[in-house]
């Protein structure tokens, strides 16, 4: 039997290595693309083996689960930094401003005027990204390309918002490249610096391709227990 606390610190010492190797095949500075180990549905056991093994950038992607695990762990590593990539409720938006660093997934017009009104209340915001419908799917989440700069537009102009980044998940059974480009291109248009995008099965292409942040799950903590829910 091996160890899992030492599988996971394996594992996220290889990915790094990985990343670093992509970002120079990508003509990229060393230590501009950054791993987000996605814990979502992982035991927490396997959370606090990245913990120890010195890993502080996490990605969950429902806001309860995140409110189980993070504010414990960040008594221990204040310098944890979470980011949310799930979908975000409205009546969510309080207890998400107050956990996380990054909310990746503004992807609507409410959200936008929830997050502004508990921004004003508060006085400071997470940073936030859009999340945008690179493959234009209708059951996804997302702007859909041809509607992102109508949306940052009103998030700037009527909500007041800074949006620091755009994220995608490309369709899962169609070549990520290409969606990828499109994402790197959205986000150079608009004078974004942050391009969330790559997760296990593809985080080289990402990196070499431009992403500031990638998310990856099961090649740091193996399969997930039970799936993810989707909203
Ligand atoms: C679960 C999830 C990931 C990680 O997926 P893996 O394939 O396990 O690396 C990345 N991004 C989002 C939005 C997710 O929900």
């Known amino acids: 039997m091996t160890d899992p606390a030492n599988d996971v610190a394996a594992n996220l010492a290889e990915i790094k290595t990985r990343i670093d190797r992509a ?3 990508g003509g990229r500075p060393a230590g501009t693309a950054r791993l987000i180990a996605v814990s979502k549905v992982q035991p927490v056991a396997k959370l606090e083996a990245a913990l120890a093994a010195g890993h502080r950038l996490f990605g969950e992607n429902r806001v309860q689960e995140a409110k189980a695990k993070f504010p414990a762990a960040r008594e221990r590593y204040p310098d944890i ?27 609507r017009p409410k959200l936008a005027a929830a997050l502004a009104e508990e921004g004003r209340k508060r006085g400071r915001l997470p940073r936030l990204f859009v999340e945008v419908n690179v493959g234009d799917e209708p059951q996804k989440a997302g702007i859909a390309p041809a509607d992102l700069s109508a949306f940052l537009a009103e998030c700037r102009d009527v909500q007041g918002l800074t949006i620091d980044g755009l994220m995608c998940i ?16 959205l986000a150079t248009r608009h004078g974004l610096a942050e391009v969330s995008m790559g997760m296990s099965g593809d985080f080289e292409k990402a990196v070499r391709m431009g992403a500031s942040f990638v998310r990856v799950g099961t090649a740091i903590f193996g399969e997930r227990i039970k799936p993810a829910a989707h909203a």
Not at 170 to 185: R, V
């Open 23 to 25: 970002l120079a095949e």
């Open 81 to 107: 930094e979470l980011h949310l990539i799930g979908p975000l409720q409205t009546n969510k938006v309080k207890e998400a401003v107050a956990l996380f660093d990054v909310i990746q997934t503004l992807d």
């Open 170 to 185: 490309p369709p899962a059974d169609e070549e990520p490249a290409p969606h990828f480009a499109l994402l790197c291109d």
